[in-house]
């Protein structure tokens, strides 16, 4: 799917570094067959995105180990979620503690959105869940100035594997400085350990951070 904003074309070094990485980059996932293909589906977008990062970041591709320029990883809850502030929250990890059923804030508040470092794009492509017993079980998201619908993904919750996964509807670019709140709704209490599958784009410098954070 095309996402219309302004990109800049990548160089054909930049390209070799995009094919040859692409798959890499899902490498610590090769056991769960459902992620690597929600990434094959949205290769064209992922792309596309590169490029939009690449206009925004005015400077070059570098890839993984970007010492210099932009490159990519796999998208972090650091990277959408504040260091302190998230009641129920390892922010270096996605585990949250339940403490009601039903809807509740999950990144940021009602009246104080998370915003993306100047420095990250990010890539959003589904839901995912580590937890062997999901409490999760919808969300409701607000991206930039868009509020989506509420998507259910009980039946994905619910399959076998050891991985839970929902691909969204479409893949959204979240580009930097945009802002992002989102609420889960919650079938028990307890812990659960919801997050996003997504690639971040960012300037080597962010990639170097060891405790990358949002806008302040």
Known sequence: MSVAVPVEALQPEEEKIFNAEF??????????????????????F?????????????TDFRGINASSGFGWQLLRPEHLHRLVA???VTHTEWNVTVGAVGWSDWIGTSTTFNQIDEDALLVMLGQ???????????????????????????????????????EWPSPVVLKPKNFIYARLKYSATGEDIPGI???TFCKATYLQTETPTLQN
């Open 128 to 166: 995912l869940n580590y937890s062997p017993s999901p409490k999760s079980y919808a969300a409701v998201y607000r991206l930039a100035n868009v509020v989506y619908p509420v998507w259910y993904f009980e039946w994905a919750m619910r399959m076998r594997d050891a991985l839970k996964v929902w």
């Open 23 to 44: 798959t890499r980059l899902t490498a610590a996932f090769t056991s769960e067959r459902r992620v690597i293909e929600i990434f094959e589906n949205n290769r064209a």
């Open 86 to 88: 998230d009641t129920g």
């Open 197 to 199: 599958l997504g690639v």
């Open 46 to 58: 992922i792309h596309e995105a590169c490029m939009i990062a690449k206009k925004e970041f005015k």
